[in-house]
């Protein structure tokens, strides 16, 4: 009897291809420098083939802007280290993937990549900071969006603008100071 090996299938293969070309073409470039054309090519395909799979430009942004934050559980930590463990978390998800720099890119300028991020953190971030400081998920939105103020507005200065004197901070003195900030937000300290 012999045995069936999973290979992936070859429009999955493409797909991938197309949204790795893509996430870096949008990290390095943004919405409106990227191309189709381009982004077909670095994939080594046609670009018709971008359009069958994802329509247009803006579905296959939708397609590469898909991001899972993977916020960890952090409940087990004691509460006075919260705040510096979720500075510590997204500084490693901005430097470890290009999809959210892409998107950070692209939302200042993009009104659909402004709407996918607000949609990341409303789904994603609001319902952990709800765990985290023990109120209902509707009593949060401000909260979550004030910490979204300190991750954005760090990732923005740290890894677009990269303004001299924040990417100068050591990552150490970075999540004490910004870890502060976000543990009041938290928990009202």
């Known amino acids: 009897m012999a045995t069936t090996i999973d290979t992936p299938r070859k429009s999955d293969v493409t797909r991938a291809a197309i949204l790795a070309a893509a996430r870096e073409h949008f990290a390095a470039s943004g919405y409106q420098a990227a191309t189709i054309r381009g982004i077909a090519a670095a994939a080594g395909i046609d670009p018709a083939l971008v359009m069958r799979y ?95 103020t300190q991750i954005l507005g760090l990732a923005l200065c740290r890894y677009v603008l990269k303004l001299p004197p924040v990417v100068a901070l050591p990552r150490a003195e970075i999540v004490r100071r910004v870890g502060a900030t976000v543990q009041g937000y938290l928990f009202d300290r």
């Open 54 to 148: 994802y329509g247009n430009k803006e579905g296959l942004f939708a397609a590469a802007a898909e991001f899972d934050l993977r916020l960890p559980d952090l409940s087990a930590l004691p509460r006075a280290r919260v705040g510096e463990a979720v500075v510590t978390h997204f500084l490693d998800r901005w430097e470890g993937d290009e999809t959210l720099m892409a998107l950070l890119r692209t939302a200042v300028t993009h009104e659909a990549a402004a709407a996918r991020m607000q949609v990341i953190f409303a789904t994603q971030v609001a319902p952990h900071i709800a765990r985290l400081s023990g109120q209902p998920r509707a009593a949060v939105a401000t909260r979550a969006g004030l910490i979204a």
